[in-house]
């Protein structure tokens, strides 16, 4: 180990939150970051690529702990449901991303420096097939 | 919506694969990928802060999927293991850590078009205290 990461938990990234890391949760806090008006419910579910159940459920988590307000009205004459990001929410989803981007930092650095790598940063042609 | 974001899944990250994802295996993965050579186990354990039951499990579901190999040895007439990326494993946590520059440049470009923020960036002082 080098000098730099001898630190009890240099990697161990706490502030990884369970409500917000899950990939589902991950998706519908993005779409709604990116809509703070709100989201109806088919929007999000169509955004986030998942099925009425599972939206339902990832929001009754995200609700639970108060990163979203489901807000339920009509219309066009049809009852419909708008998510949308609580203002603590999104503080949170904010702080979250400043260590996801310091995961992909640390990560990036690593293997660049690594044996098998000449290039720098990401290269979208290394991912999997 | 706006018409860039109309596409079905456009949040949806499926590239976000559930073995790497889960915090535990994130902070393993960028621990080895910081060490080309391998880690003996108690200098993993040490970096990502993780009890031995804990680190054991996880180590078991990353080599199981053919990320890492664990070799055990001998260091100073001690019983070791030493656990490695493979090739393969480094090839496609990459390809992951793509995916993750993605969410975070998303969802960073949303924010800071939102209505409450006047700055660039993931400032670190809007972390929750």
Redesign the interface.
């Given at each position: 180990?080098t000098a730099s990461?001898r630190d009890?938990?240099?990697?161990?990234?706490?502030?990884?939150d369970?409500v917000i890391?899950e990939?589902a949760r991950?998706?519908v806090?993005?779409?709604l970051?990116?809509?703070?008006k709100g989201?109806p419910f088919p929007?999000l579910k169509?955004?986030?690529?998942?099925t009425d159940g599972n939206l339902s459920r990832h929001l009754a988590v995200l609700s639970e702990a108060d990163f979203v307000t489901l807000q339920k009205g009509f219309a066009q004459n049809r009852p419909q449901t708008v998510c949308r990001l609580t203002?603590s929410g999104?503080?949170?989803?904010?702080?979250y991303?400043?260590v996801?981007?310091q995961?992909?930092r640390?990560?990036?650095?690593?293997?660049e420096s690594?044996?098998?790598s000449g290039r720098r940063g990401?290269?979208?042609a290394?991912?999997?097939a």
């Amino acid at each position: 180990m080098t000098a730099s990461d001898r630190d009890d938990g240099r990697f161990s990234y706490e502030g990884l939150d369970r409500v917000i890391h899950e990939r589902a949760r991950l998706s519908v806090l993005t779409s709604l970051v990116a809509h703070p008006k709100g989201l109806p419910f088919p929007d999000l579910k169509r955004l986030c690529g998942l099925t009425d159940g599972n939206l339902s459920r990832h929001l009754a988590v995200l609700s639970e702990a108060d990163f979203v307000t489901l807000q339920k009205g009509f219309a066009q004459n049809r009852p419909q449901t708008v998510c949308r990001l609580t203002a603590s929410g999104r503080q949170r989803f904010i702080g979250y991303l400043g260590v996801l981007e310091q995961v992909v930092r640390d990560a990036a650095e690593a293997a660049e420096s690594g044996p098998e790598s000449g290039r720098r940063g990401l290269d979208p042609a290394t991912k999997p097939a």
